[in-house]
């Protein structure tokens, strides 16, 4: 057994989320973001190209008002949940007859 104990990181969990969706081989360019936590990279594989979100999961702050944390005042994404959500629905109403279901983010 090995002794040191095993932290993920971004990197290997990215790099794994990549092997298990068959993006492991695949041209990676940074991509501009927005203010969040969130980073982005564009994917081409196979002369198509994907935008891959980063976004981890946030822990909430300190209460700024009435207990609540500006995360949940300001109705922040804390989780990837919602985006998924946007996804599946988006991709049922161009696709109405094919079910869509996006590879699930490593858990180690």
């Known amino acids: 057994m090995d002794p040191s104990p095993r932290v993920p990181n971004a990197w290997t969990s ?3 989320f990549l092997e298990l969706s068959g993006f492991a081989g695949s041209g ?3 991509i501009q973001g927005d ?4 980073s982005y990279e564009r994917m081409v594989r196979d002369g198509a190209s994907y935008i891959l979100m980063n976004a981890p999961k946030r822990p909430d702050g300190p209460p700024v008002r009435d207990g609540k944390p500006y995360s ?4 922040l994404a804390e989780s990837v949940t919602p985006f998924i959500a946007i996804a ?3 991709m049922s109403a ?3 007859h094919q079910r869509f279901s996006p590879p ?3 858990t180690d």
């Not at 203010?35 to 969130?38: E, I, N, Q, V």
């Open 104 to 106: 699930t983010a490593p």
């Open 88 to 90: 599946r629905g988006s």
């Open 35 to 38: 203010a969040s936590t969130r």
């Open 94 to 96: 161009v696709f109405p």
């Open 28 to 30: 990676r360019q940074r």
């Open 14 to 16: 990215s790099a794994r």
């Open 72 to 75: 949940q005042i300001a109705h």
